[in-house]
Each structure stands twice: as C-alpha cells, then as structure tokens.
C-alpha cells in the first residue's frame, strides 16, 4: 500500500524513493509485523485466560505436559496473522497476483486451524476437526489458488532439482500433445502445501520449538524469493526467473517478524501457543512460498526438521500396524527424546540449530549449480 501511496511522490521528495526498494519494505515489512505482535499479545493472552480458553493436553501424550502446560492459552496464531497480513498489505506491492495468492493460502489455512482449535477448546477435549475434513478444506484452497495461478500463468509447471546446473523437468516438454497433463503439477503442488502445512502443526508440541524453524525457513525462501524475482541475480545463479517473486521477500520477512513476536511470549515456559490457526497457515505459507518460487523440492532440505518430524510419525503408524512394534518411544520425533530423558530447552535448541544448518546447505545449492 506504501509503494502505491508513496512512491510517486518521489520526483518531488527524494525520501519516498526509498520505497521503490524491495530491500527497504522487507526490512520494515520485518519490524511491523515484530512490533504488531508485541503490542497485541499481553491484551490477547489476558482475554484468552479470561475466557479460559487454553490448550487442551492429549492424556496420551508426555506426563510433564498435563503437568506443566495446562491452562496454557492457545489460537495465539491468530495474532500472528494478524501482523504478516497487515504488514505485507502495508510494504508489498499489492499489484502482483503472487502476493495475493499467498496471502489467500495463509488466510484459508489459518482458517481451517482456527475451526480446530475453536472445536476443541469449547469442547474441552483434543478432538477438534476431524482429519478428513482438514485435508479437503487444504486441498480444496490450495486447488482453487493454483488452479487459478496455474490458468492465468502465474504458476510456472516446472520442477528445479537442486545441485545440478541444468536440473529442470519442463512438464510442459513432457506433456506436449496432451496439455490437460501439465494440470497433474497443480495436483502436486496441493500436495507440497498440504504436507507442509500438517507437519509444522506436527512439530508445533513443544515451547518454541516449531516456530524457530518456521522463521529459519523463512528467512531462507526470502532470499530465494529475492534471487527469483531479480532478473540479474536469476541469471547469474541459474534460477529461474518470477516476475514479482521479489514482492514475496517482504512477505517472508513479515513471517520472521511476526514469529520474533510470538516468540518473545512462547519462549519457554510458553505465555501463549500458537495452536492451530498457526502451525497450519504457516506451513501453508511456507509451501506456496516455495511453489511460486520453484524451489519445492528444496524446501524439503529448508524445512528438514518438519519432514524429519512427519516421516517419523508415518514411520511409526507403519510400524506399529506391520509388526506391533514402535520404531520411537513416541512420535513425532521430539518426544521421542523428551521420553529418552532430554529436558525440553536442550531439544529445541538443537532443532534450531539442525534447522539452521540445513537451511544454510540449501542456500549453497546455489553456488553448486
């Protein structure tokens, strides 16, 4: 909205030429939405105690838990799309379709979190929406978001292999003749945001655990957002080209701001979790991210730790039903070691860091191409 107002304002003020840089409106993109989110959840967490509307403990899960984390507020996603949705509206430019299709994915996610979380609070139980109807209100959003973007051509159905210079499969090419085909890529990026989108919610079970992840992924697809959308850099590094990819560096950044927000009140002991109206919209953001950018398959080395928390659960269900036996003392994977003895700080401080190493190998697959 600033760009819009502002900048053409510049040929009689040189100051609002400053907002013609992608670089600038990502940076204070960033702080809007830290500083949104600072001032929402005091008030937010003293109405949710009010209302004792707090995160409902499964009595399957770890004893310290029922414990400690009882009472804890819950839905504090809420705020934090509150801040990436205000902030990207206020320093990105709203003349690119991609932002308004990330957007969408953020907000139909979040939604669909926000009716689980609200199914059980008010139930007081940890049944909220079933499994069945999370997945069809994700595929549905994301069916109709990259159907349209796919129609309209904003949606390139191509997949770029990380580590090699010339690792592109044009589906176009290999559809040729049957262009009804190039359809089956929107099926696989509804799968990309879809699995996205549950793992962070698998990985959101400890105090700061899932969003320091979720900015270090951020952080990353921000760059690679950036890198996309400048035709010089894109050329450069042999990335593909995305008119107005750019305008997603802002939007990324209001993610990262936004979680430093929310993390200044989730730090262990957590104030406020996010429940999940965030770990579903966030996931969400991060896969559309990484499809409009065309780096989907490298978001599974970005986001390593989510995919390492959903395949232990695959591979725990899987196990259990073939043999009776359990490959981890419990799943996803963090609890597994809070069951092996490891205090709750020490595992999520040693995600972050796998979370940060990986994201800095992705960020190599640049200079390897």
Not at 296 to 302: G, M, T
């Amino acid at each position: 909205m600033l760009y819009h107002l502002l900048v053409p304002l510049a040929d009689q003020h040189q100051f609002f030429n400053l907002f013609r840089y992608i670089s600038f409106r990502t940076a204070w993109g960033l702080v809007t939405a830290l500083g949104i989110c600072y001032w929402l959840y005091p008030p937010f967490i003293r109405w949710m105690r009010a209302q004792k509307l707090a995160q409902i403990i499964r009595a399957e899960g770890p004893q310290s838990h029922l414990e400690t984390k009882v009472g804890t507020p819950t839905m504090g996603g809420l705020v934090m799309l509150v801040g990436i949705i205000l902030s990207t509206l206020l320093w990105a430019r709203l003349d690119q379709p991609v932002v308004w299709m990330t957007l969408a994915i953020l907000v139909c996610h979040g939604f669909i979190g926000f009716v689980d979380d609200w199914k059980k609070v008010m139930a007081k139980s940890s049944d909220g929406l079933s499994g069945r109807w999370k997945l069809v209100g994700q595929f549905g959003s994301g069916a109709v978001v990259l159907g349209l973007g796919y129609h309209f051509g904003l949606i390139d159905p191509d997949l770029v292999l990380p580590f090699f210079k010339t690792g592109t499969i044009h589906f176009d090419e290999l559809v040729s003749g049957m262009p009804w085909l190039g359809w089956l890529y929107v099926l696989f990026g509804m799968f990309v945001i879809s699995s996205f989108s549950n793992a962070v919610n698998l990985t959101d079970g400890l105090d700061g655990l899932a969003i320091g992840p979720v900015m270090t992924s951020a952080v990353t697809l921000a760059v690679l957002a950036y890198i996309a959308g400048n035709v010089n850099l894109a050329a450069y590094l042999i990335v593909p080209h995305i008119a107005g990819a750019g305008e997603l560096t802002v939007f990324a950044a209001t993610v990262v701001g936004a979680g430093l927000g929310f993390l200044w009140f989730n730090a262990y002991p957590a104030q406020i979790f996010m429940g999940d109206v965030g770990s579903l919209a966030l996931g969400g953001a991060l896969g559309i991210l990484s499809i409009i950018t065309k780096h989907e398959i490298l978001l599974a080395l970005v986001g390593g730790v989510f995919v390492l928390e959903n395949v232990s659960v695959l591979l725990q269900v899987a196990s259990f039903k073939m043999t009776g036996k359990r490959v981890f003392l419990m799943a996803p994977l963090h609890h597994h070691y809070e069951k092996k003895g490891w205090s709750e700080p020490k595992i999520i401080v040693r995600f972050w860091i796998i979370s940060i190493l990986l994201a800095l190998v992705a960020l190599t697959t640049l200079k390897v191409r």
